[in-house]
């Protein structure tokens, strides 16, 4: 297993269209956490799954934004009507337990323009 | 009022010296993080820890639970220690995890 992965790596998108980003995390983590980080700041939590069910979203996360983990393995975060204040990096992680590390991906840098 | 606050945000010292990054939380945790973040943007975990003190080569956490503080030490610091040092915690009760804004580290040669 190679850790967890996300793509794409860099998006550049214009304002208004939409774009969906894919997570796919270690093998056997059952938990997977999306989080937003913008430049010069710690990353900010916006959701997080347990298998297939969404269980906790931030206010941080508006009715543009949509997560999905249909199977309980990859997750999907789609963005609708990008807007400027969109761009940032974001981060996918997993763990096996809420206990446990949380092991993050390389995240995809979103640029709206 | 953060959270999670970080000191300093920026800190520069040479090759071979004693650092030291501190975070301060407000409130209750199940553990606290300490996390690498290089250029780039990929995120390691360097530390895990709900009490006392741990250890990994060149770098020490402790943790102190009733003054809601933790440092993170690197002994005879190194030019590839440059990166971004991130403290989080975890929450009682809940997933997420809250990070402080992190402290841009760099060490000359």
């Known amino acids: 297993d190679t850790g967890v992965s996300q793509d794409p790596r860099h998006k550049i998108t214009k304002r208004g269209q939409n774009v969906t980003f894919r997570c796919d995390p270690i093998s056997e983590h059952n938990r997977l956490y999306w989080y937003r980080q913008t430049l010069g700041q710690g990353p900010e939590f916006l959701t997080y799954?347990?298998?297939?069910?969404?269980?906790?979203k931030s206010r941080l996360l508006s009715d543009r934004f949509s997560a999905e983990r249909p199977k309980g393995s990859f997750s999907t975060l789609e963005i609708q009507r990008t807007e400027q204040g969109d761009s940032a990096m974001y981060l996918c992680?997993?763990?096996?337990?809420?206990?446990?590390?949380?092991?993050f991906g390389p995240g995809t840098r979103l640029l709206v323009l | 009022k953060n959270e999670v606050e970080q000191s300093p945000q920026n800190l520069t010292a040479q090759e071979g010296e004693f650092i030291t990054i501190n975070c301060s939380y407000s409130v209750g945790i199940s553990a606290l993080h300490w996390l690498q973040q290089h250029p780039g943007g990929g995120i390691v975990s360097l530390f895990m820890?709900?009490?006392g003190k741990k250890k990994h080569g060149r770098l020490i956490a402790t943790i102190n639970i009733q003054e809601k503080h933790s440092s993170l030490h690197i002994t005879a610091s190194h030019p590839r220690d440059s990166a971004v040092y991130i403290c989080a915690v975890s929450l009682q009760g809940a997933q997420k995890l809250v990070f402080g804004q992190g402290t841009r580290l760099t060490i000359n040669p």
């Open positions: 820890l709900s009490s």
């Open positions: 992680a997993s763990s096996l337990d809420p206990r446990e590390t949380q092991y």
């Open positions: 799954f347990q298998n297939e069910a969404q269980l906790e």
